[in-house]
């Protein structure tokens, strides 16, 4: 049994969950809705008021995979519309630094253009500073996304450690050439 996905996930207070024919999962709460489609192989049921439990039809090992998965999709739902997600990027390097107008996000990221990205429907995000960017919002997928999306403009690169970067992220870092032999 996976340990994911034998654990009930907890509905709080003001959050209500509908699951439709053919797994369709509504999740509507105090920061907007969330709708999605999960496996149809999966059962999903309301077991009390505030439970849904994830049971799944065989020990196929695509069965054993989507057991946790579809009880993870439907917590980071709940936990989404209740509290909504946070990802934080850090801009690092000399000249580095990012400006918002609107919902367009423009990175001057050392190249000889302006890199401009326009925040996905449901995202948002601000620039505290000039080298912090905060993206919130209630899809978790999205908001990673988004932000994996922001950090593959300039990555870091290991030997000065200049580029975007996840908050906490660690770069490792490489000695540079060698002097005279």
Excluded: C
Aim: hydrophobic letters at 35%; a positive charge.
């Amino acid at each position: 049994m996976s340990r994911i996905g034998k654990a009930p996930v907890i509905i709080p207070k003001g959050v209500t969950v509908t699951v439709q024919a053919g797994n369709l999962v509504t999740v509507k709460g105090p920061k907007g809705s969330l709708e999605r489609r999960l496996a149809e192989e999966m059962n999903i049921a309301t077991a009390g008021e505030n439970e849904i439990v994830v049971t799944r039809p065989s020990d196929l090992k695509r069965h054993k995979a989507l057991h946790g998965l579809t009880r993870t999709l439907i917590n980071n739902m709940v936990v989404g519309v209740t509290q909504g997600y946070v990802k934080t990027l850090e801009i690092v390097g000399v000249g580095y630094r990012a400006a918002k107008s609107g919902n367009k996000l423009n990175l001057t990221l050392g190249y000889s253009h302006p890199v401009e990205m326009i925040d996905p429907e449901g995202v948002s995000s601000v620039v505290e500073g000039n080298n912090k960017i905060v993206i919130t919002g209630i899809d978790k997928e999205k908001i990673g996304q988004y932000a994996a999306d922001i950090r593959d403009k300039r990555r870091p690169e290991p030997y000065k450690g200049k580029g975007i970067r996840y908050s906490g992220e660690r770069v490792r870092r490489k000695a540079g050439k060698s002097g005279k032999k």
